[in-house]
């Protein structure tokens, strides 16, 4: 049994949200995309370190391609007793390049053995495209063989997706990186509803809209990018996207409360109902990060002001999975609720 370490954090302490059929997930994760900025070992180091300190969620990838290490920390903590299989919640998806039946079927497999699980109790649809492009790509290259969003197709792989939960082999469908429409679309025909939604939330830029319809349709949403992405690669970065930690609102809160900014927007992301799932690979990050949504909440004010905050910004706009022929990077995403954009088989 390995001992707990002095800057660790009761996981119980960590508030959780309950999914529909009753199920509870923690209400803050460990992102694990290192991009091209931190290694594989660098971000397994963190998976360890934040198992040890109480993180009981963690968001993985296919495409992240460290799920094989991350495996290995998690066959490591379990033998280590740091935690047990029951107690952690392990989200996964399934990459653009492996939509369709089949694809969804190996797909599961490989994440499943990488990741040395035998369920997930998350699985998402990471883009609702097949397109795809190599690791890192320029932010101008395109997948000559893109296509729009065809709802049918879509629902072939959703389909796929159903008959993981029958196997047993993922308790949780999500989605990410859809839109109002798609989502009423999706699940006005899904015979396994998702239960989770993983898309971009921080306070610059808030969804309101679709963060209100997963709530209202009993679709728990898990913020990405929750602290803004300050370390995000060049290609992501647009002049003039806004730095939520150097909001004034946040900046203001943050001195009310002694914590770093980045810390009021993971508190403001609990208390507004999202799962954030912030990336650190430095310890006394993600402790802090951790910590943060177990105490000293924000006022209702410092909330209201947050969410003045939002301007809307759209810092991940996708666009190396854009078509030809598609105008911008707006196409992806159904614009003032337009479904214009999607294709027919
Ligand atoms: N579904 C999707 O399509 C999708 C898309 C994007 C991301 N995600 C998921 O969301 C996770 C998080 O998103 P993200 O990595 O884009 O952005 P993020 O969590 O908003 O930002 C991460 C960066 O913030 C800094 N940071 C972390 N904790 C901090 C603290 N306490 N104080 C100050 N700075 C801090 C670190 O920068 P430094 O390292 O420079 O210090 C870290 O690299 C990803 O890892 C991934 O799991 C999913």
């Given at each position: 049994m390995s001992s707990t370490p002095d800057?660790?954090?009761?996981?119980?302490?960590v508030p959780a949200r309950t999914l529909t059929n009753g199920d509870a997930m923690p209400a803050v994760g460990l992102g694990?995309?290192?991009?091209?900025?931190?290694s594989t070992a660098q971000v397994a180091e963190a998976v360890r370190g934040g198992l040890e300190v109480g993180y009981r969620l963690v968001d993985c990838a296919?495409?992240?391609?460290?799920e094989a290490q991350i495996g290995q920390v998690f066959a490591d903590a379990f033998s280590d007793r740091v935690v047990e299989r029951d107690d952690l919640f392990v989200v996964s998806k399934l990459w653009?390049?492996?939509?369709?039946a089949e694809g969804v079927a190996s797909a599961v497999r490989k994440t499943l053995t990488d990741l040395g699980?035998?369920?997930?109790?998350g699985y998402f649809v990471?883009?609702?495209?097949p397109n795809h492009h190599p690791?890192?790509?320029?932010?101008?290259?395109?997948?000559?063989d893109a296509r729009p969003y065809v709802h049918e197709v879509f629902m072939e792989t959703w389909r796929a997706m159903e008959l993981l939960v029958d196997q047993g082999l993922v308790r949780h469908l999500g989605l990410s990186n859809v839109t109002v429409p798609k989502l009423e679309q999706i699940l006005a025909d899904a015979?396994?509803?998702?239960s989770l939604n993983e898309l971009e939330l921080h306070p610059c830029f808030q969804q309101p809209e679709l963060f209100d319809l997963c709530v209202a349709e009993g679709v728990q949403p898990i913020g990405y990018s929750?602290?803004?992405?300050?370390?995000?690669?060049?290609?992501d970065r647009t002049p003039g996207d806004h730095v939520d930690t150097e909001h004034p609102a946040v900046v203001a809160a943050a001195q009310a409360h002694g914590v770093h900014p980045a810390l009021v927007c993971l508190k403001w992301a609990v208390q507004r109902g999202q799962v954030p799932i912030p990336f650190a690979v430095k310890r006394s990050q993600y402790v802090s990060n951790l910590r943060a949504v177990t105490t000293d909440p924000l006022t209702d004010a410092e909330m209201t002001a947050l969410t003045q905050?939002?301007?809307?910004?759209?810092?991940?706009?996708?666009?190396?999975f854009l078509w030809p022929?598609?105008?911008?990077?707006?196409?992806?995403w159904d614009v003032?609720?337009?479904?214009?954009t999607w294709g027919t088989r």
């Open positions: 800057d660790a954090v009761d996981p119980a302490s694990t995309f290192g991009s091209d900025r931190y296919a495409v992240y391609g460290n653009n390049d492996s939509h369709g699980l035998n369920h997930l109790d990471h883009w609702p495209f690791p890192a790509a320029d932010p101008d290259a395109r997948d000559p015979r396994v509803r998702p929750p602290l803004g992405s300050p370390s995000r690669p060049e290609r905050a939002d301007a809307g910004d759209r810092l991940i706009k996708g666009q190396v022929g598609a105008s911008s990077w707006e196409d992806l003032d609720g337009s479904t214009a």
